[in-house]
């Protein structure tokens, strides 16, 4: 056996990815969180079961990647759209892909709504604190300080307000029944990561309502930084302002952990 | 079947029960909350999806959601609601969904009042979304006609993969009448092929609507017109009341229709040759049959509450070869049957003109006697 055979044993295409290279900026975690997404849809078996709501945003191709049923919703709208899916479909699994730009600004009502219904829906959360997209600019995840096209001194909190803890405010909802966050920025954390995406599927599968996980990531291109002083920004100053954690788990939750 | 006394908005809703909706998504405006009060209460009854949305913004695209999966789904709104929605109707539109909208058109513009309008004609049959597409429109002018363009609304939005918005008023929401339900019809269990339901023995399947190659982009633009073409071709629908032996024409849609109606025969009472053409489908428009009239008649009168929206699509069709007036009313006020009959006679008394705007002539009447 080869080294390459080996590898290929023991690293493989998850199923529910498709067999395209991505549009991704090199070192972005989109591509990290979609693998670990379609893994564990892989590991539990659901891939001809999902429907996946992708957003706008630098993943607004995410049903390329994902081999699964998809549909793209307008900017921020995911939650509501995937409310509608999966009320024809309840024993689908549905979720939503969208960056903190798309849920935490545009679409903040159609996610506090959504968690507040208890809507059986699962949703990932990629806040990487700004619109990658349309060119890096002020999100409302932006840390104070922070300089972005749309912030070019640096976000001013006087004149710009505070960045939104949006797990933290979710969490205080008694409709969302597993709301946490994580990161994406070294290994212990992206296995970390993909247990908490494991669980929240796990909720909705069980009918235990809505579920939400918050993924710190990078956006090295529009942070003018190469990927690995990106991860670093990312655990030193993201990680600071929005601690990884769990926010809220429903004791129902729990006894799946 | 026997016939029942109801309320518009609630004939309505009971009425897409039947023609076999499997999801409702709505948010309260007046005056079609009662659509959303009646089917909160009777699509869970029947095991079927109900949510009150937090807006109609989230409400279109739970709508938007429940139609990728080839079910038949609906929403009701009116005036600030319908505006609300509209990104998400270009959407639906450019991904090709079918969908049902009931527009109980209120005065406008901004908050404006409850009151019965028609003043949304152009957002709705223009298609007030952006980009390129049409929805079908079906006017109604009483609770029956509501009932019944609201089963046919299902079935042409699906052999067209179309929006179709059922533009109603304030007036015939509101109004009780006798009315004949149509059968009940089972939900749907066989899905088109476009449909999303989770990749069980099949290829994945997306919707969307971005298509960042506009060279593709212009390829489902044409598509899109093509059918529109289609549309145009089969599904005119019109009524026409004593228009054999007419010398003059009068037009109005839905309630405003109704109300000439009785105009037209006081007239007819009175000795006089009037007419009427109701367009039943004001998206695609009788363009051909009013294009025929102007050969026929001598002059034609458009009524509307509005400024004059659905006049400019009777401009086009006649095209200056007949003379053409207006009359309005605006902002919640209704044309009563006797401003309808003053304006028939003012039309056969002439002088009449094909030369000016019948709006300004219309403008001017009312600035000449305040
Ligand atoms: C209604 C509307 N407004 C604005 C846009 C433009 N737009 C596209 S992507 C985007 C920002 C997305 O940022 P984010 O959600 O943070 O995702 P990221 O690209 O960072 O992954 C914006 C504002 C749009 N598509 N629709
Ligand atoms: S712009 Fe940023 S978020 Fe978008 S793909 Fe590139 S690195 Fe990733």
Known sequence: MTINELDSMVYTRPDSLTDVSTHYCPGCTHGTAHRLIAEVIDEMGLKDRTIGVASVGCSVFAYNYFDTDFVQAPHGRAPAMATGVKRVYPDRMVFTYQGDGDLASIGMAEIVHAAARGENITVFFLNNTN???????????????????????????????????TAEMLAKLDGASYVVRRSLHDPKNIRLAKKAIRTAIEVQMRGLGFSLVELLSICPTNWGKTPAEALQWLEEKMVAYYPIGDYKVHPAVAEIK | MARELMKGNEAVAEAAVRAGLAAYFGYPITPQTESLEYLSRRMPELGRAFVQAESEVAAINMVYGAACTGQRVMTSSSG?????????????????????????????????????????????????????????????????????????????????????????????????EPCELPPMQPLKTSFPDWAVSGAKGRERRFLTSINLNPAMQEEMNLRLMYRWQEVEANEVRYKEYYMDDAKFAVVGFGSTGRVALSAVRAARAEGIPVGLIRPITVSPFPSKVLEELSKQVEGMLVLEMNAGQMLEDVLIATHGQVPVEFYGRMGGVCVLPEEALREIKRLVKGPLTTTGHPRDRWLNRIAKKN
């Open chain 1, 131 to 165: 619109y990658g997209m349309t060119g890096g600019q002020m999100a409302p995840t932006t840390l104070p300080g922070q300089v972005t096209t749309s912030s070019p001194n640096g976000r001013d909190v006087e004149t710009q307000g505070y960045p939104i803890r």
């Open chain 2, 80 to 176: 600030p609601g319908i505006s609300l929605m509209q990104e998400g109707l270009s959407f639906i539109a450019g991904t090709e969904l079918p969908m049902v909208l009931i527009d109980v058109q209120r005065g406008g513009p901004g908050l404006g009042n409850i009151a019965p309008s028609q003043a949304d004609y152009n957002q709705i049959v223009k298609g007030g979304g952006h980009g390129d597409y049409h929805p079908i429109v079906l006017a109604p002018a009483s609770v029956q006609e509501s009932v019944d363009l609201t089963v046919l609304a299902f079935d042409l939005a699906e052999k067209y993969r179309s929006i179709v918005a059922v533009l109603s008023d304030g007036s015939i929401g509101q109004m009780m």
